[in-house]
Structure formats: C-alpha cells, structure tokens
C-alpha cells in the first residue's frame, strides 16, 4: 500500500507564488511517474505538471514557464512550485503517482489540497 501525503496550498493573491509538496510513504514499491493534476469546480480533472522515472517531464501549457516540479527521488518526494498565479489556477490540486510493487502497475493519489487566487 502506498500512500501521498500533500501539504502546502492555501490562500494566495494574483501574482503570488505557492508551493505544494508529496511525500510517497509505503514499502516495497518503485516510482514510475509521479506529478500533480488539479480539479476546477464544474471542470474535469487535468494534468498540471508531471515527471517520469526515465527523466522526461510534462507541463500542461497553460502553466509552462510559471510553475517547476522540483522532485527528490531518494526520498520520493514530488513538489509544486507555483508563481504568478492567476484566478484561473484556483482548483483543487492531487499529488499522482504510478508506482510498481512486484512487477504490477498501481496509481495512487493524494486527498487534494485546495489553492485557491484571489485578492
């Protein structure tokens, strides 16, 4: 079993910066992708930024160049960091991860932490 625990989130004003962070916690498992989707009310669940083992990352583009997923592997640590946030970021943020135990592929996610723009 394998568990994400976020922490960070908060309230912030247009053009501020943030930063969420994921910790993986459990045994016996390898990280194959790890990132964050965030959720909008009334919207789908979308892709925010991820990474992968093999070293590729993945931005959606309406947060390239403002946001970084600096990560630590050893400790299986993923983080968030935000800047010039706009109203439009304001969601429900998930840490994500697919992991393997045993040769089997799981996903996991994070309970949400709530980020929320305004002045």
């Known amino acids: 079993q394998v568990q994400l625990v976020e922490s960070g989130g908060g309230l912030v004003q247009p053009g501020g910066s943030l930063r969420l962070s994921c910790a993986a916690s459990?045994?016996?498992?390898?990280?194959?992708?790890m990132g964050w989707y965030r959720q909008a009310p009334g919207k789908q669940r979308e892709l925010v930024a991820t990474?992968?083992?093999?070293?590729?990352?993945n931005y959606a583009d309406s947060v390239k160049g403002r946001f970084t997923i600096p990560r630590d592997n050893a400790k299986k640590t993923v983080s968030l960091q935000m800047s010039s946030l706009e109203p439009e970021d304001a969601a429900v943020y998930y840490c994500?991860?697919?992991?393997?135990?045993?040769?089997?592929?799981?996903?996991?996610w994070g309970q949400g932490t709530q980020v929320t723009v305004s002045s």
């Open positions: 459990g045994s016996g498992f390898s990280i194959n992708a």
């Open positions: 994500h991860a697919i992991v393997n135990i045993r040769g089997l592929t799981y996903q996991y």
């Open positions: 990474f992968t083992s093999g070293g590729s990352t």
